[in-house]
Structure formats: C-alpha cells, structure tokens
T-cell receptor, first 115, second 113 residues
Framework: DTGVSQNPRHKITKRGQNVTFRCDPI?????LYWYRQTLGQGPEFLTY????????KSRLLSDRFSAERPKGSFSTLEIQRTEQGDSAMYLC?????????????FGSGTQLSVL | AQTVTQSQPEMSVQEAETVTLSCTYD???????LFWYKQPPSRQMILVIR??????QNATENRFSVNFQKAAKSFSLKISDSQLGDAAMYFC??????????FGPGTRLSVLP
C-alpha cells in the first residue's frame, strides 16, 4: 500500500492552455474522488467514480473539465482552456467502499497556477 | 442544504496543553458519519478520527477524542497533550451514508513551544 499518488505536484500554465492531472488510487480501492481546494477553504467535491463508471459530477464541474478512469484504475482530470479562476489545489481521494470502510484517503494534490 | 460550520478560523495551544476545536453541522439525515481530517502545511490530508452517528459512545484515537452531541448536531475534537506536530489545518466533515462528503472551512491550529 503506497497511498494515493498524484502527478504533477505543481503545474503552472498560461490562460487558455489545457492541463491534465493524474491520480493513482490505493490499489484495492474501487471509489475515486476529485476535489478542488482553494486557500483557506475545505475541499469541494468535483466528481466521483466507482470502478470505471463516473457516477456523479458537481455543478462546479463546467464543460471545460473532464475526468476519466479507464479500467477502474488510475484517473485523469483534464481542464481545457484554463482560466485564472481555475487556480487551486486539485485533490484526489480513494476509498474501498462498504459501511466499515467509509473514509477517504487523500493524495498530496496538484497545485495549479494559471497565469 | 447540508452544511458544516467551524466557527474558529484559528486556534493556538501551548505544547502539552489541551485544545478543543468546534464543529457543527446541519442535516435532516439520521444515518451519517462525521470525521476530522488534518492537513499539515504542504502535506496531504489525513484522517484523525471517525464517528458513526448511530454510536452513542464518543470515538477516541490516542490523544484525540470527540464530543459528539447528536441532538445539538455538534462534533468537537479534543487534542490532549498537544505536540508541535499537531500544528495543521483541521477540517470537520460530514457524510450521509452512501453520499458525498461535505467539508467545513477548517480551523488553523498553532502549537506554541
């Protein structure tokens, strides 16, 4: 168990560019979540996968955002045509599921800065 | 709407002393979980303690314990014998069973030597 891994740790991009982040969850975890966190705030839910199926998306997730989890393993979050308001920490979390396992394990996040 | 409130943006405690962080939540659900997560500077968020709403007994994890008042919808975290490594942002979170987490805005805890 190596924990939840996110890459890159930091990303600086110019407005209008596309960016993609990767998350590798804990291997036996079938649920994967993406959150966004801005300075001084708690994480805000973006989207959720159970295995490869994307089961829920927040209204925060505009059509510029897309997430995938092919084969139910790693996940990617892509932001197209980035805007300065997209600057934030993007957190990935995973959990095994089931009543006794309802707790999230977080990655270290990807800090996005849009110039 | 389900909300989580942490009324103390910042707290400080002397090393080896005890501190209590407050959290209240708003819900109409009866089956839910409550959590405290810790986020040290530039490091990942880790689970401190978890409480099932159907359990009356307050959860404890070593120096960390909670005071869960279901009727008052209150879930405070007590840290005993505070250590320098306890300095971090602490987030209270609420989760109705089978639904997503709702996080509070956080409390920044400083530990003074």
């Amino acid at each position: 168990d190596t924990g939840v891994s996110q890459n890159p740790r930091h990303k600086i991009t110019k407005r209008g560019q596309n960016v993609t982040f990767r998350c590798d969850p804990i291997s036996e975890h079938n649920r994967l979540y993406w959150y966004r966190q801005t300075l001084g705030q708690g994480p805000e839910f973006l989207t959720y996968f159970q295995n490869e199926a994307q089961l829920e998306k927040s209204r925060l997730l505009s059509d510029r955002f897309s997430a995938e989890r092919p084969k139910g393993s790693f996940s990617t979050l892509e932001i197209q045509r980035t805007e300065q308001g997209d600057s934030a920490m993007y957190l990935c979390a995973s959990e095994q599921g089931g009543r006794q396992n309802e707790k999230l394990f977080f990655g270290s996040g990807t800090q996005l800065s849009v110039l | 709407a389900q909300t989580v409130t942490q009324s103390q943006p910042e707290m400080s405690v002397q090393e080896a002393e005890t501190v209590t962080l407050s959290c209240t939540y708003d819900t109409s659900e009866s089956d839910y979980y409550l959590f405290w997560y810790k986020q040290p500077p530039s490091r990942q968020m880790i689970l401190v303690i978890r409480q099932e709403a159907y359990k009356q007994q307050n959860a404890t994890e070593n120096r960390f314990s909670v005071n869960f008042q279901k009727a008052a919808k209150s879930f405070s975290l007590k840290i005993s014998d505070s250590q320098l490594g306890d300095a971090a942002m602490y987030f209270c979170a609420y989760r109705p069973y089978g639904q997503n987490f709702v996080f509070g805005p956080g409390t920044r805890l400083s530990v003074l030597p």
